[in-house]
């Protein structure tokens, strides 16, 4: 039996996507968070860490109530043409953004938090309003984070399993993922075909962990320097 | 007339702040005042980096009013902070035309050349922030506050996160600035050695207030203030060189009140220099005795005098025709006793070493 590559492509077509929407998505949040003052900072940053602590079945269970043919968000999408989200690979991209936000979310603030106050007085004093200060200097500062973040939520939406289970299922080329594919090919007990994609997974997790600490450390050294 | 109004009033916790300022447009106006007096919030609320009640009008315009509240983005300011604070993902090129680059080119007065030359940091355009000295950081914080080609330079303690060394290598920028600019800037300050070397105006802080202002030559030789009774205070005259005598390596220069002798000097006939004279330096005699050698020796008016220590009397003096130039002398109770020193009494001020402000 020839090697299956579609589990793959369609892992790191979802990782991507998602990761470009995390950052989207996630970028104002972390932002929000690092700068205010309000007191719906503690609460908002509940909700974004819960995906790290509900087991990821819990996540997805109500998501796909939520979205489903009864619920208010499958409501709202049949409404706007699109059908319903559970079992599609759309549902899936939801799902992951939902799963992976607190580690884009996370670095991303505290990246900005780091940062302090200064840069941002400074930017001000010569003449830089608040969008050109936020493009030009603490985006820019903030590099290492932006790196961690979009690493993290890359290969943390790779890795996922249960969310998955519950919202997408197991359709070849449609929800399929990597860590779906490996669990089906344990439970028909083609043990070398899972062993391929697990080994190729935990390579994958090992390099991208060196790439990130080494680039990171090489941008820190740079800033001390 | 004043040029820059300010009024602020803020409650933070257990500090006060109520300054009303009526500040010169031109020159360098010192505030200066010991930690937690409130200066550096008086120089942020006119920044607008704080926001308080009060308001703010800067040569005839509204910066600050019960209704307004001009961003600090549309402020034209140059702010110097107490760090550099260089932005470290961008060269010293990069960082010196961040402002620059922000405001439309027929605002720019200034140019990068000049002020690259002017604070001497032509060869470290290419390098980053975190390869330069604390002093090199400082100037080109400097140089890129004053590329946005500010109409008012707000400083500050630019020179308090520095060693004496790097202090020492950028106050002669800060006072060829000093002469070369004609934009006013708010110096914030708690070294008195700063003061006398910069400031024209002085503005006494104290507890969220101000309780003094006025030009600086008068301000320190005001004898109910603080800064007159330090063991290091000290009198400013403004001379211009006015003869150098090359044989005994000295330089004569003149000031509306007579002259005084200093070691010899490179600058040019009719350079401007400000002296300083300690005030322990001065001691007072009846008669212009050419019998000693000191060679400054200025006719002078007492102005006051009230006591310092239970052995020490200091001393206001007048110099000049009308004795408007105020000089600070430090002596015994018991010489102010024998010379029966009065207001209004005519003596010499013999002058034991001068400052130069360089």
């Known amino acids: 039996m020839a090697f299956d590559w579609q589990p793959v492509w369609l892992t790191l077509k979802l990782a991507s996507v998602t990761t470009v929407l995390l950052l989207l998505v996630g970028t104002p949040i ?36 939520f979205l489903g043919p009864n619920g ?38 505290n990246a900005f938090e780091a940062l302090g106050r200064r840069p941002l007085e400074v930017a001000a004093t010569l003449r830089a309003s608040g969008w050109d200060s936020f493009f030009h200097v603490a985006v820019p500062l903030a590099r290492p984070g932006f790196l961690t973040a979009m690493v993290l939520g890359f290969a943390h939406t790779v890795g996922e399993f249960g969310v998955v289970l519950m919202i997408g299922g197991n359709i070849p080329g449609e929800t399929k993922v990597l860590s779906v594919a490996i669990y ?40 001390h320097a | 007339m004043s040029q820059i109004d300010a009024r602020f009033q803020a409650r933070l916790g257990a500090f006060s702040l109520n300054v009303d300022l009526h500040l010169p447009g031109q020159g360098v106006i010192a505030l200066f005042g010991h930690s937690g007096s409130g ?11 704080e926001r308080f009640d009060g308001t703010l009008v800067v040569k005839g315009d509204v910066w600050q009013d ?46 990068l050349e000049q002020v690259v030359e002017w ?68 110096y914030v300050s708690h070294s008195p050695d700063e003061v006398a ?43 211009t060189v006015a003869e150098h005598q090359p044989e ?28 300083r004279i300690h005030a322990r330096d001065v001691s007072l005699a009846l008669s212009a005795h050419n019998d000693s050698s000191i060679l400054n020796v200025l006719p002078a008016k007492i102005l006051e005098f009230a006591p310092l220590t239970e052995w020490q009397v200091l001393v206001r003096l007048g110099l000049g025709p009308d004795a408007s130039i105020p000089l600070l002398a430090r002596i015994t109770r018991r010489s102010a006793d024998q010379l029966a020193l009065a207001p209004g009494k005519l003596v010499f001020a013999q002058v034991k070493s001068v400052v130069l402000a360089e």
Request: hydrophobic fraction near 45%; glycine fraction near 8%; charge should be positive.
């Open chain 1, 184 to 223: 089906d090919h344990v439970e028909t007990l083609e043990y070398g075909q899972a062993h391929l994609l697990s080994a190729g997974m935990v390579g994958f997790a090992f390099l991208v962990l060196v790439t990130l600490y080494l680039v990171n450390g090489r941008i820190s050294r740079g800033e």
């Open chain 2, 197 to 239: 070397r910069l400031a024209d105006h002085l503005v006494l802080m104290e507890q969220g207030r101000s309780t003094a202002a006025g030009p600086v030559a008068e301000m320190m030789t005001r004898l109910d203030l603080a800064i007159a009774r330090e063991q290091e205070a000290e009198s400013i005259l403004e001379t």
């Open chain 2, 66 to 111: 019960e209704k307004r509240f001009l961003p600090v983005h549309k402020r034209p300011i140059g702010y110097v902070f107490q760090e550099a604070s260089l932005f470290s993902h961008l060269s010293v090129k990069q960082n010196l035309t961040f402002g620059l680059k922000r405001i439309p080119a027929a605002q720019r007065r200034i140019g």
């Open chain 1, 72 to 109: 208010p968000g499958g409501g709202l999408t049949q409404a706007l043409g699109i059908g319903t989200l559970p079992f599609t690979f759309a549902g899936l991209v939801v799902a992951s953004v939902l799963y992976s936000l607190p580690f884009v979310v996370q670095p991303l603030q």
């Open chain 1, 30 to 65: 972390a932002w929000w968070l690092s700068q205010t003052r309000s007191r719906l900072k503690h609460p908002l940053s509940a909700v974004v860490a819960l995906p790290l602590v509900l087991p990821p079945t819990v996540l997805g269970f109500y998501l796909l109530i």
């Open chain 2, 248 to 275: 005994y390596h000295l330089s004569r220069l003149d000031f509306p009140g007579g002259s005084v002798m200093t070691r010899m000097l490179p600058a040019p006939l009719g350079t401007r220099q400000r002296v």
């Open chain 2, 39 to 49: 200066k550096t919030t008086v120089l942020r609320a006119i920044a607008g980096l």
């Open chain 2, 119 to 186: 604070l001497g940091i032509g060869h470290l355009l290419s390098r980053k922030p975190q390869r330069l000295s604390g002093g090199e950081r400082q100037r080109v914080a400097i140089a890129r506050a004053l590329l946005t080609s500010p109409r008012l330079l707000l400083m500050d303690e630019p020179l308090s996160a520095l060693d004496t060394r790097s202090k020492a290598d950028i106050l002669p920028y800060l006072e060829r600035l000093h002469d070369e600019l004609s934009i006013p800037v708010l």
